[in-house]
């Protein structure tokens, strides 16, 4: 063909054959089998991708090796439903309120004042709770109530066989008189608190004359609690508390109950307020109130 004629696309090699032509095939000697790359790849039974190399049964993800069933992440190491863990009894030693170690037992606080205490405290402080005295602040009056029964019952039926009304009168006066005395002690120790907020103790006595004596946590110096013997029995105590100034509206409140659980509840109010917030969930930066 010279190189002014024409291109004839009949007179060249192979060509391109038609979409319904059934009958055509490459005639290259590359596309010849070959010993290395046969004619027939995919999944064929040479080499290459055959069952017997690459992924075949016995090689690669088959059940004898790599990925098996029996090994490395197999099906059986992951069940479908997993079993509950076991703890043994060192792991769990830690837990347990009873021993030395464990973590201490914190009691509930209100989540608002009474209204005994509520006309006490400012808008931006922060309540954390109200303790009335131990029972054992009313021993004396209660021990001087019956006593006081026994000896005018046995006297006013003393007097009464001897015939003398009005000594009876008195005597029954004179019993009333000292069972008012105890019932005011009974309601004075009611209405009496022991106040904890995130600024101050308080301390709120009396029925008629009311009585606010209060101490600001940041004047607080020192601080103690003392337990006699029986005290320790029925878990009462008494606080001390110091301050940088001399003359002190507060110092010394007795018969306190649970007084360890108070002492940790002033304590860690006065250093670590930021627990107090985090463990009531109350909003706010707990510095801001220092």
């Known amino acids: 063909m010279g190189p002014g004629e024409p291109r004839q696309p009949d007179s060249e090699g192979a060509r391109r054959p038609r979409d319904d032509d059934e009958t055509f095939g490459y005639n290259d000697p590359a596309f010849d089998d070959?010993?290395?790359?046969?004619?027939?790849?995919?999944?064929?039974?040479?080499?290459g991708f055959s069952p017997d190399a690459g992924y075949s049964g016995d090689a690669g993800y088959s059940p004898d090796a790599g990925y098996a069933?029996?090994?490395?992440?197999?099906?059986?190491?992951?069940?479908?439903?997993?079993?509950?863990?076991?703890?043994?009894?060192?792991?769990?030693?830690?837990?347990?309120?009873?021993?030395?170690?464990?973590?201490?037992?914190?009691?509930p606080l209100e989540d608002e004042p009474t209204t005994l205490v509520a006309r006490y405290l400012f808008p931006t402080e922060r309540y954390r709770g109200e303790w009335k005295r131990h029972w054992i602040h009313l021993s004396t009056p209660l021990a001087v109530g019956a006593g006081a029964t026994l000896v005018f019952g046995y006297l006013a039926g003393f007097l009464t066989r001897q015939n003398l009304d009005a000594m009876v009168t008195v005597a029954v006066l004179l019993w009333?008189?000292?069972?008012?005395?105890?019932?005011?002690?009974?309601?004075?120790?009611?209405?009496?608190?022991?106040?904890?907020?995130?600024?101050?103790?308080m301390v709120?006595?009396?029925?008629?004359?009311?009585?606010?004596?209060?101490?600001?946590?940041?004047?607080?110096?020192?601080?103690?609690?003392?337990?006699s013997a029986l005290g320790r029995m029925l878990n009462y105590g008494t606080f001390v508390l110091e301050s940088a100034g001399q003359d002190q509206a507060l110092r010394e409140v007795k018969h306190l109950p649970n007084p360890n659980e108070l002492y940790l509840r002033v304590v860690e109010e006065m250093y670590e307020p930021q627990a107090v917030e985090a463990r009531l969930g109350k909003d706010g930066d707990a510095g801001d109130d220092a």
């Open 176 to 201: 009333l008189a000292v069972i008012g005395w105890v019932a005011w002690r009974v309601f004075d120790w009611y209405f009496d608190r022991f106040i904890l907020t995130n600024k101050r103790v």
């Open 204 to 227: 709120v006595s009396g029925i008629v004359t009311r009585k606010v004596a209060m101490m600001p946590l940041l004047r607080v110096t020192d601080m103690k609690y003392e337990q």
């Open 69 to 107: 069933t029996t090994t490395g992440y197999a099906r059986d190491d992951y069940p479908d439903e997993f079993e509950s863990p076991v703890f043994t009894e060192e792991e769990l030693q830690g837990l347990g309120g009873g021993g030395q170690g464990g973590p201490r037992r914190v009691l």
């Open 34 to 47: 070959h010993p290395e790359y046969p004619r027939d790849p995919g999944n064929a039974d040479g080499p």
